[in-house]
Structure formats: C-alpha cells, structure tokens
C-alpha cells in the first residue's frame, strides 16, 4: 500500500504514480557489518515476493554481488558500485550498491549525490564505527533521510538502549525505535514491531524466511504469552514502555528531514526483520526529490527528461572496450531511443541501449523515470558530473571530486608505449577511478588516490584492459590541491613554483605539496589564491 502522505516531493503537489512509488537509496555500513548479506535478503524478498511467496535460489541471490573484476574476487571486496531495481509491496526500488572497502570512499560519497535516502547498518555489538560516521557525514551534508538497521541481533549485542543512546550521541540524530529486539544471542526471539502492533519470530530453521508475523492487540494481548516465555515477555514490556517514555515517537516528517532516524533491530542472515525494513522504505523514505543545478531546482514531476552522471564504469563485459555511465534520472519520463542533449559538448546523443539493472540480470531499458538509475553504455563520451537533458543547459549541483591523499609516479614498463599511458590515465581520470596530474616539469604523471588498494587496482586494470605493465613509484609529493584566484596572481605563482605545479584532466591548476608546510605557506603569502581539497566536478 502507497502511503497518501509520502507520495509527494517534499514540499510539492503530488507526483504522477509511477514516480510516486519510486525509492532510491544506498546502503551505508562500515566493513562487516553486513551489507552484503543485507543487500542480498532485500533482492531475495524482492523476488520472492513476486514468485508468489517462494523465496527464490540462493544463487540467483550471489549474481548481486559485482564480479565485474578478478581483483574483487581475489580480495573478497566489492569494488565497483552497481545499481538494482526491484518491485516490492507496490513500491518500485532502486538500490544503489556502495563499495564497502575505505579505500573507495570518493566512488561511495559520489554514490550518495543520486539517492534519496540511505539504510545505515550497524552491527549490533559494535554500535556506530569509524566508517559509519564517515559517511553518515556525508549523508547530513544533504540531509538525506535515514533508516537504521541494526543487525546481528542473533549474536551477543549490546544493551538496546545504549546502542540508541550512541547513535544519538555520536550523530546527534534522534533515534525512535520501529520495532523492540526479545531477547539478543542465543536467546533472540524475534522483535515487536512498534510500527505495525505485531509480534515477529526468527526462524533458526529457515534463513531464507521469517518463522512467523502475528497481529497484537499491544502488549498486554494475552496471546503474547503463547508465543514468548514469562521472564522475556516481563522484561519486553518493562523496555517498551520505558522507551516509550524517553524516546522521541516516529515523526515522518523529521525522518524526511534527515533528524530522525527510525532504529529497525534484526538479523539479515537469517532475513529477520528485513521486510519491515522494506515496509518501512515504503513508508518511511522519500520519493524522487527536487536536485539543485546551477540555474534552478529539477522537480521529478517536470515532464522533461534530464539527468546525470554519477559513475563511470569501465569494461563491465571484459570483450568490449565499452564504458557504462550511470545516470540518475531527475526528471521526466525516459523512453529508449530518446535524442538528449549531452550538455558539456552541446551534443546531441541517441540513447539507443540504455540498460536498467534488474535485480537478476541486466535489461535494456525501454523506459525509466525519474529516481531510477540507467546504464548507458558509450566510448568515453560520458564523465562524472555531465548532464543529459532534452534541450535545457542544466548543470547539477555537489558532486564532489576530492583531493588524493596517497600519490605516486606512474610509469610505463615499454617507454614506446608511453602514448597509451597517457591514454589510460585519461580514460581513469574522466572514469572517477583516480586523479592524474601532468606535472608541469618532469615527465612522469602523478595518480593519485584516496586509498592505497586502489593503485593496486590502477596496475591490475592498465595491464588487464591495455595490455600496459606499469610502473608506480614514489614522489617527492604527499599531497594535491586545487588552486583558484585571480588570473594574474595565479600566473605569477605558477612561475614560482613550477616544481610545484601540475594540471589535472580537466586541465585545472593543482598545487602538489610536500608537507603541510607548503599549504601553510600559501595560505600566509598568497592571500588572493585559494588552496581547496574538492573540487565540484561542474
Ligand atoms: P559487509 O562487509 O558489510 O558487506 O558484511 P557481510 O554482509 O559480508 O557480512 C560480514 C559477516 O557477517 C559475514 O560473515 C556474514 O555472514 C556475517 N553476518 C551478516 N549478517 C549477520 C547476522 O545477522 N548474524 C550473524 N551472526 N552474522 C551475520
């Protein structure tokens, strides 16, 4: 059922129904903490739902993990992002899968620019890690609405309340729990959902399926006891009715406002407690929301279609140089076929086989609306950031490039194969993969990178893709920023510094430092320029 009050922006009229019944999110978690297994249960009740109630292969489930690349296989990490869409309850939902490795947090934050809302997934006896905050951070920086999933409820946890109590603390968001967890490790039962008055019981026999969900007349309906033993059902009431008294009950509009978040205890492993988390994207999250461009605000109501490129993906079918670019709709209902304006070049661009990722395989998509994410397959034309609109110069807002924080000298193995060099390095930089800088003096680039797996997977993928052995080697540099001012200052600094400088792919001036001192240096002795750690890729 389509929840009346949610079916709008939010502060607009109401949206046509199939926008309305959209929700786009990501899931957010630090390593372990069960992502993965999360991701799998969702796409497995999103399937099992339409299979008439029989929950499908397990196999079918393990095709959601990327193997795009022999290196994630290798590693056990997921390194590319990829998008799922699936149907549940009415609703049409699109997951945007997030590496989970720290060493790709750039490709997660961008990630969070082309969802509407995020799941955070805490492991019960952990509460909220490093990881997590990182990238709760980025979702307050957009106020992106938050559901909770506590997980690994079927293992020793801790106390409920001094988990809620962390979350608030550390976050400084409001915590109202959406269901109660009975008991915790072996003695874990099953929750009351304090949404929908039920009592819902873990099967320890079946992972794939929830062993039983049963209507309550509240907590004192005397069919509680069938059900739980006394000293649990004692200790229940007790916790419900002191959360009930010292926590903040559910205010969807503080939800939509990312200041609240509902807390949904649950084990994915044994797919407990999922169903009430997809009930409650439903009713909880937001549909397609308005995007900031340049110009003005897109409403996901406008009859045009337009849209941007959030992720770059290379080689997704090893046999084909193709790149696919995802493209989160804003706007619009898209239709295959459609002639949209590729607004950076001013090109025109037949969308003739845009894929859609059904939660089992890939599918051309023969129509999308918007909040749904599209693959466009192209030969390099498409990069990070770039708009396709039907004709309007939309440029979209925040989608942040950042400084690398680890850098290294690439060199090609065969010197006469420097020219391809430089043309993979391109290709990666407009890929969002790494930064490359041409130092102004010296011949070797610079990559650069927010975690240090990731040079690893540059060497593996130049050689794979371009036949290329690289070499990577130290520098003198330890850093990079982005340098901005007024023309004629910037020039007299750039002849200053030469050893310093070095443009980027888009050929943007950058400042590689040595120490922090460098930074400092600027900031004291060149006040009109501005040394900056992002750049938005527009
Ligand atoms: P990710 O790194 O966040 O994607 O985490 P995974 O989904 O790969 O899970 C990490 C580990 O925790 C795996 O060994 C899972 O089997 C395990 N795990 C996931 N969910 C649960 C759960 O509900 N209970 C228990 N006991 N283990 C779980």
Request: aromatic content about 6%.
């Amino acid at each position: 059922m389509l929840d009346e009050e949610n079916t709008r922006g939010r502060n607009a009229a109401p949206l046509p129904p199939e926008i309305a019944r959209r929700r786009t999110f990501a899931i957010i978690s630090h390593p372990d903490a069960g992502k993965t297994t999360l991701t799998e249960k969702l796409l497995l009740y999103g399937g099992a739902i339409q299979a008439a109630g029989q929950v499908r292969a397990k196999g079918e489930a393990r095709r959601t993990r990327s193997d795009f690349m022999k290196l994630e296989q290798e590693r056990g990490i997921s390194v590319s992002a990829s998008a799922m869409s699936f149907e549940w309850g009415g609703y049409w939902l699109n997951l945007v899968d997030t590496p989970g490795h720290e060493d790709f947090s750039e490709d997660t934050y961008r990630t969070l620019t082309a969802v509407d809302a995020a799941i955070m997934v805490i492991d019960g006896a952990k509460g909220v890690e490093s990881q997590t905050r990182k990238l709760f951070e980025v979702c307050r920086l957009r106020d992106l609405p938050i559901l909770t999933f506590c997980n690994k409820m079927d293992r020793e946890s801790r106390d409920t309340f001094e988990i809620i109590d962390e979350i608030q603390e550390m976050l400084a968001l409001d915590v109202t729990p959406a269901s109660w967890p009975i008991g915790m490790g072996r003695d874990f039962l099953g929750a009351y959902d304090l949404i929908g008055d039920r009592l819902e019981l873990m099967s320890r026999a079946d992972r794939n399926r929830k062993a039983e969900s049963l209507a309550i007349q509240g907590l004192e309906d005397p069919a509680l006891a069938g059900h739980v033993p006394a000293d649990q059902l004692e200790t229940l009431r007790e916790e419900v009715e002191m959360a009930r008294g010292l926590l903040p009950a559910l205010d969807p509009r503080a939800v939509l406002e990312g200041h609240m978040t509902p807390i949904w205890f649950g084990s994915a492993i044994n797919s407990f407690g999922v169903s009430e988390l997809l009930a409650g994207i439903g009713r909880l999250a937001p549909p397609p929301q308005p995007r900031r461009t340049l110009s003005r605000q897109v409403t996901a109501d406008e009859d045009k279609v337009s849209g941007f490129v959030f992720k770059v993906q290379a080689n997704m079918d090893p046999k084909h140089r193709d790149r696919v670019a995802f493209l989160r709709l804003c706007s619009g209902h898209f239709q295959r076929g459609m002639k949209l304006r590729h607004v950076r070049t001013a090109k025109q661009m037949a969308i003739s086989s845009p894929v859609l990722f059904l939660a089992a395989e890939r599918e051309t998509a023969e129509d999308a609306w918007a909040g749904d994410i599209i693959g466009i397959p192209n030969h390099g034309q498409l990069r990070i950031g770039d708009a396709l609109t039907e004709g309007e110069d939309l440029r979209f807002a925040g989608i942040p490039a950042f400084a690398p924080e680890l850098l290294q000298a690439v060199r090609a193995g065969d010197p006469m194969k420097a020219k391809h060099l430089d043309k993979a390095l391109m290709q990666f930089a407009e890929e969002g993969a790494a930064k490359v800088f041409k130092p102004t003096i010296g011949g070797a680039w610079i990559v650069g990178v927010v975690g240090a797996l990731q040079f690893d997977v540059l060497a593996s993928r130049i050689e794979g893709e371009y036949g290329l052995p690289v070499r990577l080697e130290q520098t003198q540099f330890s850093g990079a920023r982005w340098i901005t001012g007024p023309k004629e200052a910037l020039e007299r600094f750039a002849a200053q510094n030469k050893g310093h400088m070095a443009t980027d792919h888009d050929g943007d001036p950058v400042y590689l430092t040595r120490l922090q001192w460098d930074i400092d240096r600027v900031g004291r002795d060149w006040p009109d320029l501005t040394l900056s750690a992002t750049k938005e890729t527009l």
